[in-house]
């Protein structure tokens, strides 16, 4: 991953806010690294992450998939017809274009990364400005660590890859494995540093 934002998409209203979404959906912007994830693969994840059968009770909080172009609906589309018959029922996750996508106000960025304050103090050292904070995959990865969303495996190495101060890394690391029920049992040593 290299980052995400949340923010406002599949509506025509100028300038969604929060207080003033309009036809607006909230949504999440997902920049990722073909090389590394594939598109194919977001959606397996997408679809883990809600009943895609679910019918929403408001525009703003729908599930939905907004692509980017003609390959990514075709592909999302073929997903979503291999989810139906898989689940035996409909899917009625729509499948849109994006259209305009607005980042969403800061307060609505990052929700896990605003708890550890050091943490969040280290990453506005290196990124003065919110929106290059936000932006940022450090935010990104942390954030995820952070709502307990990664593959244990990845834990260790993905927190020495972010250059963190030992200290900090090691008081993450520690407050995560005890934390998270998916990092529980991951060993208690960090990988060694190169």
């Known amino acids: 991953m290299i980052s995400t934002l949340s923010g406002y998409a599949g509506g025509t209203t100028e300038a ?3 207080r003033a979404i309009g036809d607006h959906s909230e949504t999440v912007r997902v920049i990722f690294d073909p090389a590394q994830i594939s598109y194919r693969e977001l959606l397996e994840v997408f679809w883990q992450l809600h009943d895609p059968s679910a019918r929403p009770y408001l525009n703003q909080y729908r599930n939905a998939i907004f692509t980017l172009d003609e390959e990514q609906h075709r592909v999302a589309v073929a997903s979503s017809r291999a989810l139906a018959q898989t689940l035996g029922r409909p899917v009625n996750t729509p499948i849109e274009k994006a259209g305009h996508f607005t980042p969403a106000e800061d307060y609505h960025q ?4 605003k708890g550890p304050k050091p943490l969040l103090e280290l990453l ?8 290059q904070l936000f932006r940022s995959t450090e935010a990104a990865r942390l ?8 593959e244990p495996e990845q834990l260790g190495p993905g927190l020495r890859a972010l250059d963190l101060p030992v200290t900090l890394e090691r008081e993450l690391f520690d407050s995560l494995t005890l934390t998270c029920r998916n990092y529980r049992g ?6 060694p540093r190169q």
Not at 124 to 131: A, F, G, I, T, V
Not at 143 to 150: D, K, R, S, T
Not at 186 to 191: S, T
Request: charged share 15%; net charge positive.
């Open 186 to 191: 991951v060993g208690c040593v960090l990988p």
């Open 110 to 113: 990052k929700h896990y990364l």
């Open 143 to 150: 954030n995820g660590y952070l709502g307990c969303n990664a």
């Open 124 to 131: 506005r050292e290196r990124y003065p400005d919110s929106q």
């Open 16 to 18: 969604p806010t929060y």
